[in-house]
């Protein structure tokens, strides 16, 4: 049983390893192929010049010669143009170790328990992600989760009562007639309820949940929180 559940545990951290080393490869080499091609258009556009420079000083009239002071200017613009690619190209590979660096340093994220700022959930086989509620606050003793569909209509509305501590709500993926939904994304809003059923404004409750993978793409490194994915810079806690 033991050695069952290891090589379970061996093959899991494989499989990630694998999917982050094609996440940042496919991210980097998206800079390094835009950085190769200015770079090519650009020597393409220098060997034109430089052959019709040639030719015109072979064929131009001696008693009116072409004014160096105009080659000058032409060649020395073409050289900063030719050393703003160099740069560009030298500073998109600091980037692309910038991007390998920073998914490394987010691998041991895998398996935590999180807390992340969210404004949806995502429902997967009738399960989604934990809303985590604030403390109640002065007159504030309630919260008012709504969750709408893509359309923006609420689908379910739920007051919960808030404690002393931070508290838990799980929806079960049914909307406000007991019906089961089809896997999705939700939107997500919660605002406090005073004594009196009022409204209080927004509540800054996040979203907890187990981070099962790690990418990234041109917006940087992403957290699958469950079914739900979101940016590293949204996580809030680690538990």
Known sequence: MTTATTATA???????????????????AATSSAAANAARSLGGDMTTFLKLLTTQLRHQDPTQPMDPNQLTQQLAQFAGVEQQIATNQHMEALLGLQRTSALVAATPMMGREVEVSADHLQLSNGT???????????????ARVALTDSTGAVIRDAVVPLGSAATGWSWDGKNAQGRGLADGRFGLSVTGVDAAGGTTGALSAVVAGTVTGISQDRDGVQLAVGAMTTGFDSLRRVR
């Open 10 to 28: 061996t093959a899991t951290r494989s499989t990630t390893g694998a999917a982050t080393a094609t996440s940042t490869a496919t991210a980097n």
């Open 128 to 142: 989604a992600q934990e809303v985590r509620l604030p403390p109640a606050s002065g007159n504030v003793t309630r």
